[in-house]
């Protein structure tokens, strides 16, 4: 099975730039749909952003949309997120999840069809 690590998270003024990775270890990235989902304190988890399967067709939510980029590096099994323009409402901890690839069925952000979850990094947005 597939363990995922978050990395790249920090403070940042309002209109910068960070970029998160995810790294994986015990199987290919190629074989699985990694999402970044992130939870701000009395928030509900949400669904950032998603690359699926090997094809790598990749998916946002509306709010960051044109904001953030989600690729993958199959060299380096990780998948990054970068992000910018960033704004204090995107301070969250966030975190990678992945799932097996099995078809383009179900919901991008369900986060409980993702099986393995990283412990999460800080991104504080804040002058």
């Known amino acids: 099975q597939v363990q995922v690590v978050e990395s790249g998270g920090g403070l940042v003024q309002p209109g910068g730039s960070l970029r998160l990775s995810c790294a994986a270890s015990?199987?290919?990235?190629?074989?699985?749909?990694i999402g970044w989902f992130r939870q701000a304190p009395g928030k509900e988890r949400e669904g950032v952003s998603c690359?699926?399967?090997?094809?790598?067709?990749?998916y946002y939510t509306g709010s960051v949309k044109g904001r953030f980029t989600i690729a993958r590096d199959n060299a380096k099994n990780t998948v990054y997120l970068q992000m910018k323009s960033l704004k204090p409402e995107d301070t969250a901890v966030y975190y990678c999840?992945?799932?097996?690839?099995?078809?383009?069925?179900?919901?991008?952000?369900?986060?409980?069809?993702?099986?393995?979850w990283g412990q999460g990094t800080q991104v504080t947005v804040s002058s």
């Open positions: 999840a992945a799932r097996r690839f099995v078809g383009y069925g179900r919901s991008w952000s369900d986060g409980a069809s993702f099986a393995y």
């Open positions: 015990g199987d290919a990235l190629s074989y699985y749909d």
């Open positions: 690359i699926v399967g090997k094809a790598g067709d990749t």
